[in-house]
């Protein structure tokens, strides 16, 4: 069964940082192109990085560059997104993603909040 399972997610002040983990069952991440998207409530999903198969170009929205690092562990079947400098603004919903040929396949979130 694929399955991806987040975690990692919490209350943090802003400024400080978390490190989300996203382990995979079902497939051979080394073959496929992962990310995070995220979804603040009240606004539509967003993508927050992705990188590709190779681990060339990672690919991060304009609000988290330099704050955020996006890795992957091909042998552990692990994906982590390291958030350092966090804003309120990056209070979401965080989603692992894994991108196959015609679809997504999604874990089920974890919750990130950025708050004094």
């Known amino acids: 069964q694929r399955q991806l399972v987040e975690s990692g997610g919490g209350l943090v002040q802003p400024g400080g940082s978390l490190r989300l983990a996203c382990a995979v069952s079902?497939?051979?991440?080394?073959?496929?192109?992962i990310g995070w998207f995220r979804q603040a409530p009240g606004k539509e999903r967003e993508g927050v990085s992705c990188?590709?198969?190779?681990?060339?170009?990672?690919y991060y929205v304009d609000s988290v560059k330099g704050r955020f690092t996006i890795s992957r562990d091909n042998a552990k079947n692990t994906v982590s997104l390291q958030m350092n400098s966090l804003k309120s603004e990056d209070t979401a919903v965080y989603y692992c993603?894994?991108?196959?040929?015609?679809?997504?396949?999604w874990g089920q979130g974890t919750q990130v909040t950025v708050s004094s």
């Open positions: 993603t894994v991108f196959r040929a015609l679809k997504q396949d």
């Open positions: 079902g497939f051979r991440l080394d073959f496929h192109a």
């Open positions: 990188i590709s198969s190779s681990d060339r170009s990672p």
